[in-house]
C-alpha cells in the first residue's frame, strides 16, 4: 500500500485538495503508528473525518452541486463503515492491515472518482 501524495488525488479546489492530504497523512500516521499510539491516532482520524466530510459538503451547497445527496450519502456510508470497523477493531475482530486497506482504497476510490465529478461540474459551470 502506497500512503503517499501523488497528483493524481489533486482536484484543483485548494481548500479540498489540503484537507485530502491532511486526510492522508492521517491515514500514513495510522500505518506508522505503535500499539501505544493507535487508538489516538484513529481518534484524530475519526475527527478529521467529520471536519472534512462537513467542509466539502458546506462547499457543496454553495456551487449548488446536482449531486450533493448522493455524495453526502456516500460520506455518510463511509463514517458507518469506519465505525463498525472501529467497533470490531475494538473486539479484537479486526487486523490493523484490514483498516488501513479499506481506509486507503476508500480514499484513492472517492478522491478520483466521485469529488472528481464535483470539479467537472464547477469547471464545467464557470468556463
Ligand atoms: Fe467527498
Redesign the pocket.
Known amino acids: 500500500m502506497n500512503f503517499d501524495w501523488t497528483d493524481d488525488y489533486l482536484l484543483h479546489i485548494e481548500p479540498i485538495d489540503r484537507e485530502h492530504r491532511r486526510f492522508l497523512s492521517l491515514i500514513k500516521s495510522y500505518h506508522n503508528s505503535s500499539s501505544t499510539s493507535e487508538d489516538l491516532v484513529l481518534k484524530d482520524l475519526s475527527r478529521y473525518i467529520e471536519f472534512h466530510?462537513e467542509s466539502?459538503e458546506r462547499l457543496m451547497e454553495l456551487e449548488a452541486y446536482s449531486k450533493l445527496n448522493e455524495?453526502k450519502l456516500?460520506?455518510l456510508e463511509l463514517r458507518k463503515k469506519f465505525l463498525s470497523y472501529q467497533q470490531q477493531r475494538k473486539m479484537g475482530n479486526l487486523k490493523k492491515s484490514e483498516l488501513l486497506y479499506f481506509l486507503l482504497s476508500w480514499f484513492v476510490q472517492?478522491?478520483t472518482e466521485?469529488?472528481k465529478d464535483?470539479t467537472k461540474e464547477v469547471t464545467s459551470k464557470k468556463y
Open positions: 466530510f466539502e455524495h456516500a460520506h472517492h478522491t466521485v469529488d464535483f
